[in-house]
C-alpha cells in the first residue's frame, strides 16, 4: 500500500482527504499531513466545508492528530516540510500553492519523500501530467505536476477529438466558480478586473489552461485558444469548447464517441445545471443536451467539472500510478 503525505491542508488539502475517505483509494494510505494553521481550525474546517457540507463521518483533533473515523493521522504544523521526516513516504502531494520554483518543490523530496505530485502548475516540475491526456510519458520523474483543474477537463476531451478525427482549430472558455484568488469585495489584485468583488460580477480573465495545453499536448500546441469568466458559484465550472474537425461529424458521431467514454470523461443526457455536478468524480462530465454541430461543420462540446473534487480525485489516481 502506498503511503501518502498531504502538504497543505486548503481547499485541494482537504477534498484530497475527503475524497480519499469517502470514494475508498484502497491502495493508498494517508499517513500525515501538514499545514501552518492551528489543528483544530484545520479539523474543523475538514468536519464542515461549506461546498461539500458536513463530513459523514467522525474527525476530531486529538493530541497533535487528525482522528478520522478512529484513524490517527498525524498532523503537523511546519512552515518548511523539509524540516520533517518523510523518510517511510512514497510520495508527497504537494498542495501549498507555493511549489513554483525548485526550492520549494524538492523539499519534500530532501525530507526523505520517493517523489512529490504538485496540485497545480509548476515550473519545477519534470512533468506536467494530465491523466487520459498525457499520462504514457510518466517514467521515472521525481517531481510531477497534475496541471490545473481546468486542464485537466479539456487535454482529455481535446486528446479525445483529435485522436479520433483530427483537430484543425478552436475556441474554449472556461465558466469557472471565483477562487481564493480573488476578493469577497473590491480590492487591489494586481489585474484591474480580477481585483472586483467575486461574488457580485462576471469577471472575464485569463486561464493558464491555453498554456499548460500546448505543454502537455504539444502535437496541437497553438491550435486551441483559451480564455475564462469566472462567475459568482462556490463550486462546479464548466468547459465550453468549439472546434474544426478535419473529417465532417455528425451529432450522433460525437454523441456516440462521447457515450463510449469511461473514466475521467463522463456524460450526461439530464437537463442540469452546476450545482448537480457537485463532488462528481470525473475530470469532465459532458452534457450531451448542449453538443451541437453547424452545417458547416463547426462542433460545439459542453461539460461540467467539479474543480475541487474531480481534481483531486485525479491527484489520487495519479499518486496511485506514481507509486505502483
Known sequence: ??????????????????????????????????????????AHLFAYDSVFGPYPGQADFVNGALVLDGKTIPLHRTDDVGNLDLTDVDILLECTGKADSSEIANRGLQAGADRVLISGPSGAAELTMVLGANDHRLADQKIVSNASCTTNALAPLVRLLDDTWGLQTGWMTTIHCYTGSQPTIDAPRGDMMRSRAAGLSMVPTTTSAQ??????????????????????????????????????????????????????????????????????????????????VTAGGLVRVFGWYDNEWGFSCRMLDVAKIMTT
Request: with cysteine; glycine share 6%.
Open 1 to 42: 500500500m502506498a503511503r501518502i503525505f498531504i502538504n497543505g491542508f486548503g481547499r485541494i488539502g482537504r477534498t484530497l482527504l475527503r475524497a480519499w475517505a469517502t470514494e475508498k483509494w484502497s491502495d493508498l494510505e494517508i499517513v500525515g499531513i501538514n499545514d501552518i494553521a492551528d489543528g483544530d481550525l484545520c
Open 211 to 292: 498554456r499548460l495545453l500546448n505543454e502537455v499536448l504539444p502535437d496541437i500546441a497553438g491550435r486551441i485558444e483559451a480564455a475564462a469568466v469566472r462567475v459568482p458559484v462556490a463550486s462546479v465550472s464548466a468547459v465550453d469548447l468549439t472546434v474544426t474537425l478535419d473529417k465532417h461529424v455528425s451529432l450522433e458521431d460525437v454523441h456516440a464517441c462521447l457515450r463510449a467514454q469511461i473514466g475521467v470523461i463522463g456524460h450526461t443526457d439530464k437537463p442540469l445545471v452546476s450545482s448537480d455536478l457537485r463532488a462528481r468524480p470525473e475530470s469532465l462530465i459532458v452534457s450531451l443536451p448542449e453538443t451541437r
